[in-house]
C-alpha cells in the first residue's frame, strides 16, 4: 500500500496477504496518500459507501416494482449484521462490491426493460460492473443467479437468447472464483488437518449456516466477531436436522408458491445463491476458527428482508383498517434495529475492546485470545498477553502462530528455555511459515547460538523473500558478529518493506562502521524523522558529527544538542552516550567538561565489564587532556 511499485504488485503479484482484492487495496493506496493512518477518512468511505448502498437497494427494488422497498433499504441500512462490513475498515470489499453488484443489477433491469438499441449500452455497463464487483471481492460471482431470479420473478422468458446473455458474466465469475480457490489452497494454505472436511460434511455445515443466517437476521442477538466452531459428523443423526428443515422448507415453498406467487422462492433462492461461496461447499482460510460471520449475509440478507417488507406493505395494503398498525410495526423495526446497530458498533471503538467483547460471548475463541494477546504483546504488556496465548495454545494446540507469539513474548520477559521451545513447537506445526523461523531464530541469538540464529532467518527468507523481520533481525546478528558490510544489504531490504527507525539507526550504525559518514548521516537523520527520541540515532549522530576527519561533514553545535537529548533520554548512566556527549563536548571548544564526562564514561564502561569501550575511552581522555577535539 505504500512501496513505490506497490501499485503494479497489487494488481500482478501474489503479494495481498489475503484473496485477490485489487480494486480494494487501490482505494486504500489512494487514500492513504490522502489522510496516512487517520482511521477518520477510511470510515467515513465505508460509511457512505453503505449509504450508497441502502439507496441502490431502494432503486433497484422500486424498479422490480417490489412493494416496501424504501422499508427493505432501511432495515438494510441500519440493521446490526451490517456494523461489520461498515466499521470494520478492511470489510471495505464487502460495501465497496456492494456498490458494484446493485449498481450491475440496476443496468441488467435497464437492459431487460428497455427494447430501443441503446439497452446494450446498459448491457455492457452492468458487464464492466460486474468485472469492479469481482475485482472487490470475488463472492460477486453470485450476480449471474440473482440476474436468471430477476427474468423469473418479472416472468421474462428465459430462452437460448437469454442464456447466452448471462454466459458472459458466467465466463468471468467462475474465472474468478477459480482464482480464488487456488489462491486460498494455495497460496493462504487451507490445506492441513484444520481443513480435512469430506463433502458430506460439508453439505450439513451448508445447511446449518444458512439456518444459522436467518436466525441471526430474524433475532439478532449475541452478535460477535468470531462465533463458535460447530463439531459436524455426517454419524451424527443430530447433524443431519438442518439438512432435513432445508428441504422441507425448499417443499414448503414450492407448495404454496400457487397461493403466494415467486417472490418467496426467488426471495430465498437468492439468499442461498447469494451465500453459497461462504458456507462450507469451497474452503475458506477464516473455516480454521469460524465457519459463519455477520459480514458474509451482506448482500444475501436483502432476499428475506425484501421479502418480509414486501408482505408488511401487502398486509396494510389488502385491509385497511391495519394500515396504521403495519405502519407502526415498520417503524418500531427500523428503531429497534437501529438501536441495537449502534449498540453492536460499541464493540469496535478499539481493538482491545473488539476481542475482549468476543472472549465475553465466546469464552472458548481461541483466535479472539490469540489476537488480544497480539493487541496486548503491541502495547508492551507481555505478561498479560503470554496469560492469552497461553489460554489459545491450551485451546487450540496445533496452532503455530500462538506458539511462537508466545515465544515472543516470552522472550521479552527474559524466559529464554520456554520461549525456544515454543518457537520450536511453532516450526514443527508448520515448517513453511516464515514467521516461525524468525521467532524461533530470536530465541537462538538470545541464548548465544548466533549461528544457528542466522540459519533459521535464512529459512525464513527462502521461504518469503520480502520478509522484513527476518531481515532486520539478520541484519543486526551480523552486524553484532563483527560483519557490517553483510549486514547492511539486509537492513536495507528490510527498510524497502516499510519504515522502522530502529531499523534505519541500525543502517546508520553499519554504516559508520564501513566508513560510509555521509550516507551514515542521511540514515541517522531519516530515524530520526521518524523517532526524534530515537537514542541510537541521537547517540550516533552526534558522535559522527563531532569526530569525522571530513569538516564539511563536522557540526559541534547540533552534535552536542543531540548528544544532550540523548543522555537525557537513556539517563545519564550510559557510557556510549556519555561518549558521544564527551566528544561534542570537546568538538564545541569545552576539554574540561569533556575530560569529566569521558571520565564518567569510562567508570560506567569498567563497572559493566565493557573492555574494549574503557580501552577507547582511555585513549580520547588523552586527547581531551591536551585540549583537542577528538577528530584530531
Keep these: ?66 412493494r416496501g422497498a424504501l422499508l427493505a433499504a432501511a432495515i438494510f441500512a441500519l440493521h446490526p449484521l451490517q456494523v461489520e462490513s461498515v466499521a470494520w475498515i478492511t470489510e471495505r470489499k464487502n460495501v465497496l462490491m456492494g456498490a458494484f453488484f446493485l449498481l450491475a443489477l440496476w443496468c441488467w433491469i435497464r437492459f431487460v426493460r428497455t427494447e430501443a438499441r441503446r439497452r446494450w449500452t446498459w448491457y455492457f455497463g452492468a458487464l464492466l460492473l460486474y468485472l469492479l464487483a469481482l475485482f472487490s471481492k470475488t463472492t460477486a460471482c453470485t450476480l449471474p443467479a440473482a440476474l436468471l431470479l430477476i427474468l423469473w420473478l418479472k416472468r421474462i422468458r428465459i430462452d437460448a437468447r437469454r442464456i447466452l446473455q448471462v454466459v458472459p458474466f458466467v465466463v468471468v465469475g467462475v474465472a474468478m472464483g477459480a482464482v480464488t480457490v487456488w489462491w486460498e489452497r ?91 461461496p461462504v458456507i462450507g461447499f469451497i474452503m475458506l482460510y477464516t473455516f480454521r476458527y469460524t465457519f459463519v460471520a ?86 508492551g504488556r507481555d505478561a498479560e498477553a503470554i496469560l492469552e496465548y497461553r489460554q489459545t495454545v491450551a485451546l487450540q494446540p496445533k496452532y503455530p502462530e500462538a506458539h511462537y507469539n508466545l515465544a515472543n513474548s516470552l522472550l521479552k520477559e527474559h524466559d529464554v528455555a520456554g520461549a525456544l521451545a515454543e518457537a520450536r513447537t511453532a516450526v514443527e506445526l508448520q515448517p513453511r511459515d516464515p514467521d516461525a523461523h524468525v521467532s524461533l531464530g530470536n530465541a537462538l541469538a538470545a541464548s548465544g547460538r548466533r549461528t544457528e540464529a542466522a540459519d533459521e532467518f535464512e529459512k525464513a527468507l527462502s521461504i518469503r523473500p520480502q520478509h522484513q523481520s527476518a531481515h532486520s533481525n539478520l541484519g543486526l546478528l551480523l552486524f553484532q558478529q563483527g560483519r557490517a558490510s553483510a549486514a547492511i544489504p539486509h537492513l536495507r531490504a528490510a527498510l524497502a518493506q516499510g519504515e522502522d527507525a530502529s531499523t534505519r539507526a541500525l543502517l546508520g550504525t553499519a554504516l559508520l562502521a564501513t566508513g560510509d559518514e555521509r550516507d551514515a548521516i542521511a540514515q541517522f537523520s531519516a530515524a530520526l524523522a521518524a523517532a526524534p527520541d530515537n537514542v541510537i540515532a541521537l547517540c550516533n549522530l552526534a558522535w559522527v558529527l563531532s569526530t569525522s576527519s571530513d569538516a564539511t561533514l563536522r557540526d559541534g553545535q547540533k552534535a552536542l544538542g543531540l548528544a544532550q537529548r540523548a543522555n537525557q533520554l537513556s539517563g545519564g548512566e550510559d557510557p556510549v552516550v556519555l561518549r558521544s556527549l564527551a566528544a561534542a563536548q570537546a568538538e564545541t571548544g569545552q576539554p574540561q567538561i569533556a575530560i569529566g564526562t569521558a571520565e564518567a564514561a569510562y567508570d560506567y564502561a569498567q563497572r559493566r565489564g565493557q573492555s574494549a569501550l574503557a580501552a577507547s575511552l582511555e585513549n580520547e581522555l588523552s586527547i581531551y587532556r591536551r585540549g583537542k577535539p577528538l577528530h584530531q
Aim: glycine share 6%; hydrophobic share 50%; aromatic share 14%.
Design 1 to 66: 500500500l505504500t512501496a513505490p511499485d506497490g501499485l503494479q504488485r497489487i494488481w500482478f503479484s501474489l503479494d495481498s496477504p489475503s484473496q485477490y482484492f485489487p480494486l480494494v487495496y487501490t482505494t486504500f493506496r489512494i487514500e492513504h496518500a490522502l489522510w496516512g493512518l487517520n482511521t477518520t477518512g477510511y470510515h467515513w468511505i465505508n460509511l457512505i459507501l453503505h449509504i450508497v448502498n441502502a439507496l441502490l437497494v431502494w432503486r433497484v427494488l422500486a424498479l422490480l416494482r417490489i
Design 186 to 276: 494455495f497460496h493462504q494454505g487451507t490445506r492441513g488437518a484444520l481443513f480435512q472436511i469430506g463433502p458430506v460434511e460439508r453439505l450439513l455445515i451448508a445447511s446449518r449456516a444458512i439456518w444459522f443466517y436467518l436466525g441471526k437476521l430474524f433475532w439478532p442477538t449475541k452478535l460477535t466477531f468470531i462465533y463458535p466452531q460447530w463439531h459436524i459428523s455426517a454419524a451424527d443423526p443430530l447433524a443431519w436436522g438442518w439438512f432435513a428443515a432445508v428441504m422441507l422448507a425448499a417443499i414448503g415453498i414450492y407448495l404454496v408458491r400457487r397461493h403466494v406467487g415467486r417472490a418467496p422462492e426467488v426471495a430465498l433462492v437468492y439468499f442461498v445463491a447469494t451465500l453459497s
Design 294 to 379: 455477520d459480514h458474509y449475509q451482506y448482500l444475501a440478507c436483502l432476499g428475506p428482508i425484501a421479502l418480509t417488507s414486501a408482505a408488511l406493505v401487502y398486509v396494510g395494503e389488502k385491509r385497511r383498517q391495519w394500515r396504521y398498525a403495519t405502519s407502526l410495526v415498520g417503524a418500531a423495526i427500523v428503531g429497534t434495529l437501529a438501536f441495537l446497530t449502534w449498540r453492536q458498533a460499541g464493540m469496535y471503538s478499539n481493538i482491545e475492546a473488539l476481542w475482549r467483547t468476543n472472549i465475553a460471548r465466546d469464552p472458548h475463541s481461541w483466535m479472539a485470545h490469540n489476537n488480544l494477546g497480539i493487541e496486548l504483546a503491541q502495547q
